[in-house]
Every structure is written in C-alpha cells, then in structure tokens.
C-alpha cells in the first residue's frame, strides 16, 4: 500500500524541519508527500524547497490564490496517488511507526475506512507537555455520532478510494474542514483507533486553533454537522426536531446536549470496549 502524506501550508514554513524529519524517520517506506501552499505570504515556499532539495518524493504545488484550507486539503487528496492518505500539518510531527500502525490495520481490516490515534500536545519547540486523554474507540454505525465531543483525532489517515465515494469535502470551509471529512467517512464504513501517541501536536501563537478563530470554528463545526444530519435523513434527535434549514450552531449543539450526560457516555464506554474486543 503506498501512502500519501498530505501538506497543507500557510506561512508555517519555519517549522517544516521538524515535519520533514519526521517523514524522513518513518519505519514504513512506500510513502509520498504532497504539498500544497495556499498563497503564503512569507518564505515559507523557499524555506520548504530548500529544505526538501532534490528529493522526488515530495511534491510541492503553489495554489494561485489563498482559498482557505477546505479548498487546499481537498486539492490535496486530488493531487494524491497513494492508497492510504494522511494529514500532516508543517508545524506538527509524527512519530516514526505512525504510518506503518496504520497501514496495518487497513491491510488486515477491508471494512476499516478511517484510522485515528493519540496526539502528544507539545510547545512552540516540540517539547512534549501532556498527552490527548479524550481519544478512544468509537461505536461505528451509529447515525447519531457526530464527533461531539471530539474523540477522533490525529493521526488520521484513510483510504482515498472511499473519500472518493463521498460529497468529498466542503471547499467553503475555512475551519472545521477535518471534522467535515471524519463524518463523511463515518458513513462510508468502520473506524479504528490505534491506542499510540502517533502525532506530535505544536501549540503556537500562529496556529489556527490557539486564535481567535475558535469562535469561527464552532459555526462551522455546527454547519458540519447540520449537513451529516441532513445526509443521515435524522428528522428528530433525543426528542428534539431537527431544523429543515441551518440557523445558528447554538440550535445544533442544543441538539446534543444529551451526549453530555454522564449515563449516556458510560454506556458509548462499555458499548465500544465491547466493540473493540471483538473486531
């Protein structure tokens, strides 16, 4: 199975070295790396290239405009030729049997589109600070999962053919883009976590996620899921109707509040501990 290593850039040029070595590290072999610069506005295409040098097995592509990362990540899964893809993003790291855990589980598990691990967060030089403690296996078929609250999470990587059988993803989403990918795969076929810290996550003041587009973030997160409820033919949620048209995010998580619950996440507990040991 060859892999694809996804690359979505915007100025985080001057922490690619620490991504590019830890590509260079992987146990697994049969890889490519695609990356795909959206219109930075410092050297980040001059610092990546020089890094890279003459190595064929990445691919750098400058978009023409900034578009945003829906419309980046979505070209790079068109630009991929690998069975297996995997976002990696310049600022972050994986650790060196990252692809080969998951290239496994696809070899061994044909109804597995999706794969997830545990992320190590780490400060602006990598330095570790505490691992992802929320991340665990999921029920698969449940139409009322939504990811809410987040359990998947990097390293995420999935089978490309599949991706291509969905709505593919929303070229008009600037945040939340990610989530919108795991709950079109969701519906495509089963998930597996990989119980590993496989992803080394830089917190940093340039990052999207540590700004002021986390408010942004939770509006589109909330479309996201109005459309896979909308996709899944869900009229009533926990009692509660579901709305014919998109109003607010507000409206959507009020839907959810119950997934909150003590009781109900107890029972998503055992329910996937019982999943697990049998698959």
């Known amino acids: 199975?060859?892999?694809?290593?996804?690359?979505?850039?915007?100025?985080?040029g001057k922490f690619f070295r620490d991504c590019y070595q830890s590509i260079l590290s992987q146990t697994y072999t049969n890889w490519e790396v695609i990356i795909l610069d959206d219109k930075s506005t410092d050297d980040s295409l001059q610092i990546i290239r020089e890094i890279i040098g003459g190595d064929d097995r990445f691919r750098i592509f400058e978009h023409p405009q900034n578009e945003g990362v829906g419309v980046i990540k979505a070209k790079l899964i068109e630009l991929a030729t690998g069975d297996i893809c995997g976002f990696v993003d310049p600022d972050d790291a994986i650790l060196p049997k990252?692809?080969?855990?998951?290239?496994?589980?696809?070899?061994?598990?044909?109804?597995?589109?999706?794969?997830?691990s545990?992320?190590?967060?780490?400060?602006?030089?990598?330095?570790?600070?505490?691992?992802?403690?929320?991340?665990k296996q999921i029920v698969n078929g449940d139409p009322y999962f939504f990811n809410c609250p987040?359990?998947?999470?990097?390293?995420?990587?999935?089978?490309r053919n599949i991706y291509l059988q969905t709505e593919k993803m929303n070229p008009e989403l600037r945040i939340s883009e990610d989530q919108d990918l795991y709950l079109k795969m969701y519906e495509k076929g089963n998930f597996k976590f990989i119980n590993e810290i496989n992803y080394l996550y830089r917190t940093h003041s340039g990052g999207i996620s540590q700004n002021d587009n986390k408010k942004k973030s939770y509006e589109y997160w909330g479309k996201v899921i109005w459309d896979s409820m909308q996709r899944r033919g869900l009229k009533i949620i926990h009692s509660k109707k579901v709305p014919?048209?998109?109003?607010?995010s507000e409206e959507i998580f009020r839907l959810l509040e119950y997934q909150n619950s003590y009781f109900y996440r107890l029972k998503k507990k055992i329910t996937a501990a019982i999943f697990s040991s049998s698959d």
């Open 1 to 12: 199975m060859k892999f694809s290593v996804l690359v979505a850039n915007f100025n985080n």
């Open 98 to 116: 990252a692809i080969e855990n998951a290239v496994a589980v696809f070899r061994n598990n044909p109804k597995t589109v999706l794969t997830y």
């Open 118 to 135: 545990r992320l190590m967060k780490c400060d602006k030089d990598l330095q570790h600070l505490q691992p992802s403690k929320s991340t």
């Open 150 to 159: 987040i359990v998947v999470n990097h390293f995420v990587c999935f089978r």
């Open 244 to 248: 014919e048209k998109f109003n607010t």
